[in-house]
């Protein structure tokens, strides 16, 4: 009986042989293709708080560095939108009473927002920038020296 089962299995390696020697090679080729997604990240240095001196409310505004206010922001940002990106700056709405508009210096350009905030375009510099903003905050009318909050929350989004 095994050698039956030796005896078949030899006929069918005999066979078997040539189909696996004869077999043609054929190449494919396969396109593969991916979309990276726009990103852009920040990373925010910012003071704790805001320091209005009489001074300052005389002046009418409070530059950011200044005696008071050593400090403005130091902003890393890390992109690979060659179509640049949006930063958002949003002021909290307790400190919006203080300003009539906002001076943001640092950037390229200075940009003048209102007292809420706003959005500045920003183009692609590169894929790891960095930025040392400073602000000339003008004050409203009927404001009061004193210590508050940091004004300013940042974010950013791909163009």
């Known amino acids: 009986m095994i050698r039956k089962g030796a005896v078949a299995m030899a006929i069918l ?7 696996i020697s004869e077999a043609k090679q054929t190449t494919k080729s396969l ?3 991916t979309t990276v997604q726009p990103y852009v990240k920040i990373a925010a240095t910012q003071p ?12 009418g505004y409070v530059d950011i560095p200044d005696t008071s206010n050593l400090n ?11 179509a640049g990106y949006s930063l958002l700056f949003r002021v909290s709405a307790a400190n919006q009473p203080l300003f009539s508009s906002i001076e943001v210096i640092g950037l390229g350009t200075t940009a003048v927002l209102p007292a809420s905030g706003g959005t500045i375009n920003m183009t692609y510099s590169g894929l790891n920038t960095n930025f040392k ?3 000339r905050l003008i004050l409203a009318k009927k404001v009061k020296d004193g210590t508050y909050t940091w004004p300013f929350a940042m974010s950013a989004q791909p163009n």
Do not use: E, F, H, S
């Open 13 to 19: 390696l005999m066979v078997a042989a040539p189909l």
């Open 31 to 33: 396109a593969v293709a």
């Open 133 to 135: 903003i400073t602000y």
């Open 48 to 59: 704790a708080q805001l320091v209005i001196t009489n001074k300052d409310v005389n002046l």
């Open 72 to 82: 403005g922001t130091q902003l890393a940002v890390q992109t690979n939108d060659r």
